[in-house]
């Protein structure tokens, strides 16, 4: 006499082991999201990380450019003192910041905030903080990133933002 193992499986179970996996699909990516914006990417101490933005030849007295650095929205100006780059996201509501030529400011669209081109202060509207800098430099025909200016700052502007 032969033994046999069946296996039957009902609709209601397929349905159950189906529901169950894409409960598990969502889960595993909240639980994964969450872990990202808990312990976000950092460079290793003491690695010099220098980003290139553009070409000097690229970006004319007057005109900006836009780039992303360490993960944020930013903005390189070239102003007759030289070249100034600013975190772009708005210390208010973490709206993104653009250059206006005509006004010669940087200026928030969401509620009108407006930035100092040269410091990154706050020249009137909401925002309660002035613009996070970025350390750039100029060597080899180009301009480079180098670091936040104060990284504990940025860290909480993007906490308010939302950014990871």
Known sequence: MEDKITFTITRRKLTEILMGLVALFFAGGAIASILKYLWPATAAKGENVEIKIANVDEVPTGSVRKFMFNGKASVLLHMPAGFRAFGSVCTH??????????????????????????????????????????????????????????????????????AA
């Open 93 to 162: 509501l973490g709206c993104i910041a653009s250059w206006s030529p005509p006004d010669n400011l940087i200026i928030c669209p969401c509620h009108l905030g407006k930035f100092d081109p040269n410091t990154g202060a706050v020249v009137s509207g909401p925002p309660p903080s002035p613009l996070p800098a970025i350390d750039v430099v100029v060597k080899e025909g180009a301009v480079y990133a180098l670091a936040w200016k104060d990284p504990a700052y940025v860290k909480t502007i993007s906490f308010y933002a939302g």
